[in-house]
């Protein structure tokens, strides 16, 4: 990490919990905050969002959902626009992620679309992106980064993109156990940085949040918040439960590098 950006911690639950546990683990979330925390936020199904929402009421803990459609309103059956989770209290959208890229048909024109939605619509925007194995093994990570990266953001000007939070998550780390290691984490978020310097200009590049997503547990948080270009975490797994989410919330980086 670096003391110029606050750190974000953020949990995914994914399609796991049913109501009541989703508003016990919350409200435990948020009781067991330390004063100094970091912005910590929890994207939760969108069945979850009201009760949650209001669980959260007067905590520092921000709610977010899961995916968005850029559309307002309209006859797009299943879709949940940003206009409606923005109604519905949330501060935050996860945009991008790889399940949905693998298994919904996302591609880098909808996350882009997705992502003025939830700009317009004053939601903190934490777009996702990430190499899967076999790019990675055909050397080829650093190009799937930079089209990802081009095709979410290009096309804004830095002022309007400047709640924006990018989330590095390699595939082949989620949910599998297999995090990246603090070297292959920061190489990532390095070059993340650098593309988004030549989109967007140095400031922009030197205020952006890159969090880093893929199996990150209470026990390797440390290790990878240490590295300067890594601002944050985005936690699915060790979410689920109030003692692991906590302990990562609480990270300890040796900052000076
Ligand atoms: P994981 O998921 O922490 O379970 O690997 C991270 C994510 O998908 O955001």
Aim: glycine share 10%; hydrophobic share 45%.
């Amino acid at each position: 990490m670096n003391s110029l950006r606050r750190p974000l911690i953020a949990g995914n639950w994914k399609m796991y919990l049913d109501l009541a546990s989703s508003v016990s683990l919350a409200k435990s979330v948020a009781a067991g905050l330390p004063a100094d925390a970091p912005e910590v936020m929890v994207a939760t199904p969108f069945t979850a969002l009201a009760v949650v929402g209001e669980a959260l009421k007067g905590t520092k803990v921000k709610l977010a959902a899961q995916d968005c459609y850029w559309e307002k309103e309209g006859a797009f059956t299943g879709q949940v626009s940003a206009f409606q989770l923005k109604d519905a209290g949330c501060q935050g959208v996860l945009i991008g992620h790889s399940e949905r890229r693998q298994f919904f048909g996302e591609t880098d024109e909808t996350v882009k679309k997705k992502l003025t939605a939830a700009l317009e619509n004053g939601l903190l925007p934490i777009v996702c992106v990430g190499e899967t194995l076999a790019e990675r093994e055909d050397g080829r990570t650093f190009k799937v980064l930079e089209t990802q990266l081009t095709g979410a953001l290009s096309g804004f000007g830095p002022s309007q993109l400047a709640t924006l939070v990018i989330a590095y998550e390699p595939v082949w780390a989620i949910g599998t156990g297999k995090t990246a290691t603090p070297a292959q984490a920061q190489e990532a978020h390095l070059f993340i940085r650098k593309t988004c310097q030549r989109l967007h200009g140095d400031g922009f590049a030197a205020g952006l949040r890159i969090l880093y997503g893929g199996s990150v547990k209470p026990d390797n948080v440390d290790s990878l918040m240490s590295e300067p270009d890594l601002d944050g975490a985005l936690v699915g797994g060790a979410s689920l439960k109030a003692d692991s989410f906590l302990r990562i919330v609480k990270f300890s980086a040796a900052v000076a590098k």
